[in-house]
């Protein structure tokens, strides 16, 4: 933490993403499992952040899931300040990996590219209707956007066990962006799944 207040316990965080949603964590300590939970954590909140309001940005080395730095220490010009920490050079010989399936780096890359084409949605113009949504469940978020023809709505499940959520409000027909029917009546996300489902009017 840096810039703790103790009287509002308002602080912020130091870190790459991909080191504080566990990849660096996973990586050191071989656990396949936890490894493939971290990249899903990782690509909820880059979902999640793409689907809100506003303009989306990525940190030098989100979009190849770069881990922290931690030879700030080392340099004492740098040393005592923790961010740092996420403030390391870019690392191209990672960078390189992220053509090789199999590998965190392309796991993120294709995952990043496929909500940067979410984005060239008519959904996501400059000035289309968007809210939040009650899921009727709190580890859930959900997002709303309405264009001319049709709504999406973004489901993210911030929780590490699988969660249900209802969408009664929602009406027309409902479905995955692969084109498969959804019940908003009765849908269930895998831990820490994002999901996104459009409704054509």
Known sequence: MYNYDPVTRDARSCGTTASLCG???ALEQGDGAALKTAVRRDLLLHGAMMFIQGFPMLNSGDEIAQLNGWDYHDDPDLAEDSRNLHRSAFDW??????????????????????????????????????????????????????GENRTLVGLFNFTGERRHARLEAIRGAVHDLDG????????????????VLVCER
């Open 23 to 25: 990849v660096e964590r």
């Open 93 to 146: 010989d990672k960078a390189a990996l992220r053509g090789r399936p199999g590998t965190v780096q392309n796991a993120v890359w294709r995952g990043l590219a496929d909500l940067r084409a979410l984005r060239a949605d008519p959904c996501f113009a400059p000035g289309t209707w968007f809210s939040t949504w009650d899921t009727h469940d709190d580890g859930v978020l959900g997002l709303i956007r309405r």
């Open 180 to 195: 498969a029917p959804a019940n908003v009546s009765d849908l269930w996300l895998h831990p820490y799944e994002q999901r």
